[in-house]
């Protein structure tokens, strides 16, 4: 069969093939209008453990020791804010009354990961910007207090810190010009296998 032959059947049906496009991309457009704005607020945790500053060695052995210690408690830091119970507290911190269902939402919505050997990254994504910052600091306080615990019986010197006095917020938006092309393609090879199925099949 040649190319012309066919080409035919789907310059035959040209309007209906772009009219399903266009349907598509018009919908997909209109659905990522009416989506909500999220916020997405995140903060740079810092672990350090102070060295001991009266020990003559502070800057050789002591102050090595204390950023290896650093180093490898930042993993026990990140075990923290993924944790159910240091979350579930710092939910409560901003929320004093929330049923478990709202909870869970809330605790998929906020995401740690290891950044470097003593930075921890934290992002908490919610329709409330002003509600995403608070739970982000209620994060930060819930970890310190759990670390405050932990550490009477060990190394009080270990320190938990966020690198700005205020966390980063930014504005999410739905592509709607993405999603409106992505959607046309989507229409156009729909079109076109049920055309081609009409025809030939």
């Known amino acids: 069969m040649e190319l012309r032959e066919f080409l035919k059947p789907f310059q035959k049906n040209i309007g209906l093939i772009l009219g399903v496009s266009l349907f598509f991309g018009a919908a997909a457009y209109l659905v990522s209008a009416s ?19 009266s020990k003559g060695n502070y800057f050789t052995y002591e102050g090595y020791y204390a950023q290896k210690a650093a180093q490898e408690y930042a993993d026990t830091v ?5 944790s159910p119970d240091i979350i579930h507290r710092a ?14 939402k809330i605790q998929k ?16 994504t919610l329709p409330n910007g002003s509600e995403a910052k608070q739970l982000i600091s209620a994060l930060a306080q819930a970890a310190q207090e759990r670390a405050k615990l932990l550490n009477q019986s060990g190394n009080e010197a270990m320190q ?11 504005e999410i938006r739905p592509h709607k010009g993405l999603n409106s ?7 156009f ?11 030939y099949l």
């Open 109 to 124: 919505s906020i995401r740690a990961e290891k950044r470097a050997p003593q930075l921890v990254l934290v992002t908490v």
């Open 189 to 199: 090879v729909l079109a076109c296998i049920i055309v081609w199925l009409k025809e």
């Open 181 to 187: 092309v992505v959607a046309s393609g989507v229409g």
């Open 160 to 170: 938990i810190d966020l690198l700005a006095s205020e966390p980063l917020l930014e």
């Open 91 to 104: 939910v409560q911190i901003v929320y004093p009354k929330l049923d478990e269902a709202r909870f869970k």
């Open 78 to 82: 990140l075990g923290f804010l993924q």
């Open 35 to 53: 989506l909500p704005l999220k916020y997405r607020a995140s903060a740079t945790v810092y672990v350090q453990r102070v060295a001991d500053e």
